[in-house]
Antibody, heavy 119, light 107 residues
Framework: EVQLVESGGGLVKPGGSLRLSCVASGFTFSSYTMNWVRQAPGKGLEWVSAITSSSSYMYYADSVKGRFTISRDNAKNSLYLQMNSLRADDTAVFYC????????????WGQGTLVTVSS | DIQMTQSPSSLSASVGDRVTITCRASQVLRNDLGWYQQKPGKAPKRLIYATSSLQSGVPSRFSGSGSGTEFTLTISSLQPEDFATYYCLQHNSYPFTFGPGTKVDIK
């Protein structure tokens, strides 16, 4: 069974940093492109970032470019999102999501981890 | 960046109704369009990929169609468990973009 489990969310002050993790199981993690998608409270979904299977390519939403860094450790079946210079409008539930083997997006999602940016 | 719009933003329907949601893109997408269902407090769930391919395990009352810049999600006979918010997603090019969502609630 495919499972994605996020962690690392919490309360952080504006300008602070946080690192999210997503541990994958039930599939060959190193073969799949992985993503972060977020959802601000009461709002819609926003794709944040993607990383290809061997970390050859990373992509970012304009809203996070230069502040967030996506990475992965295939030996640990883990996906990360390093978030710096956090702002109040980064407050959201962050989901990790997998692209399927044909690279169609988001066939599996984690349960999400809440990041709150507030003083 | 490709912008996505959805209509309607919300609708009220009864069990058994046929429901259609439309998604429009600011650029041609080929078939790079998917549909996702989200219930309150839960992660989204993929319903449709590649415009019209049904995700495994999703009931056949859900279907997708369209081409170019206009796409539709149809629920042929709305069931109680279908009351949720639906999002389209373009993945033709990065940054991927979701539509703003359509909330389907009970009439």
């Amino acid at each position: 069974e495919v499972q994605l489990v996020e962690s690392g969310g919490g309360l952080v002050k504006p300008g602070g940093s946080l690192r999210l993790s997503c541990v994958a199981s039930g599939f060959t993690f190193s073969s799949y492109t992985m993503n972060w998608v977020r959802q601000a409270p009461g709002k819609g979904l926003e794709w944040v970032s993607a990383i290809t299977s061997s970390s050859s390519y990373m992509y970012y939403a304009d809203s996070v470019k230069g502040r967030f860094t996506i990475s992965r450790d295939n030996a640990k079946n883990s996906l990360y999102l390093q978030m710096n210079s956090l702002r109040a409008d980064d407050t959201a539930v962050f989901y990790c999501a997998r692209d399927d083997y044909s690279n169609f997006p988001f066939d599996y999602w984690g349960q999400g981890t809440l990041v709150t940016v507030s003083s | 960046d490709i912008q996505m719009t959805q209509s309607p933003s919300s609708l009220s329907a009864s069990v058994g109704d046929r429901v259609t949601i439309t998604c429009r893109a600011s650029q041609v997408l080929r078939n790079d369009l998917g549909w996702y269902q989200q219930k309150p407090g839960k992660a989204p769930k993929r319903l449709i990929y590649a415009t019209s391919s049904l995700q495994s395990g999703v009931p056949s009352r859900f279907s997708g169609s369209g081409s170019g810049t206009e796409f539709t999600l149809t629920i042929s006979s709305l069931q109680p468990e279908d009351f949720a918010t639906y999002y389209c997603l373009q993945h033709n090019s990065y940054p991927f973009t979701f539509g703003p969502g359509t909330k389907v609630d009970i009439k």
